[in-house]
């Protein structure tokens, strides 16, 4: 069985930073993409964040969304079958609900679908950001 399980969301003012993770479970590494996404309370859409991927197993792909991009940084810990998102100088604009998914392209980073929720076959239950002014 395929679980996704996020952890490290919370409360944190402008400019401070928050680490994201999302541990996998019943994938093996090589075998698929993690993306990010969030939704803030009340809107019906998923806003990409941040992809992971690997074009053969070795080589890392890595994407962000221009609002994150500078300020976010996506990596991997095999090890713990983990990947994390490391959110710095975050904004008020960052509060949200952010979900990890899954899905068994690993490439997927490398096309512009990866921004598409429709594509992700697993999710996680999502964790809360709140960025305060």
């Known amino acids: 069985e395929v679980q996704l399980e996020e952890s490290g969301g919370g409360s944190v003012q402008a400019g401070g930073s928050l680490r994201l993770a999302c541990t996998v479970s019943?994938?093996?590494?090589?075998?698929?993409?993690i993306a990010w996404f969030r939704q803030v309370p009340g809107k019906e859409t998923r806003e990409a964040v941040s992809?992971?991927?690997?074009?053969?197993?070795?080589?890392?792909?890595?994407e962000y969304s221009d609002s994150v991009n500078g300020r976010f940084t996506i990596s991997n810990d095999d090890a713990q079958n983990t990947v994390t998102l490391r959110m710095n100088s975050l904004k008020p604009e960052d509060t949200a609900d952010y979900y990890c998914?899954?899905?068994?392209?690993?490439?997927?980073?490398?096309?512009?679908?990866?921004?598409?929720?429709?594509?992700?076959?697993?999710w996680g239950q999502g964790t809360q950001v709140t960025v305060s002014s």
């Open positions: 992809c992971l991927g690997s074009t053969d197993g070795n080589t890392y792909l890595t």
């Open positions: 019943g994938f093996s590494r090589e075998d698929y993409a």
């Open positions: 998914a899954l899905v068994d392209i690993p490439a997927v980073c490398a096309d512009g679908y990866w921004t598409d929720t429709r594509n992700y076959d697993y």
